[in-house]
């Protein structure tokens, strides 16, 4: 149900950025100078599909109970010029993500492939986890999966 109710503004917010809208730029400036705080009870919900992961965020003294809108704005803003300055380079990049994720924006992830795919095939391996919709596939049910497709990256 959360899933339900943040994908479809995380999905907005996320195309209107990497699309370098500048309406919602300077709306999203002007929200961010309000100083409002987004309350973080919800991600753990989010990051894992695991409860016993799901309990570690919640109480994990490093997890802020509520976080700025501003930093928010900001890390999204970063991700939109990463991805600009990787898809000009030619590094070799192993990405996994979970198609439905609502932290980040899987549509972003699968353009980034498709983009990439057209520069430099052959650097670019890409696993997408289908039918999933948690962020952090490490501290996941799907953990052993990703493992394996991260650890051939590395001994490749």
Known sequence: VVADVFRPIGRLIHQWRSQENHLLTSTLKKIKKLNFNVHTDTAALLASDLPEEQELFKYDPLVSDRVPLAYLSEIQQLMVETQKKVLR????????????????????????????????????????????????????????????????????
């Open 89 to 156: 380079s030619r590094i070799e990049t192993w990405l996994t993500y979970a198609e439905q994720d609502c932290i980040i924006n899987p549509e972003g992830c699968a353009y980034f492939s498709r983009e990439r795919k057209k520069r430099d095939a052959e650097s670019l391996h890409v696993q997408a986890e289908s039918n999933f919709a948690v962020h952090d596939l490490i501290r996941s049910s799907r953990f052993e999966k990703v493992k394996q497709f991260l650890v051939k990256g590395i001994h490749s």
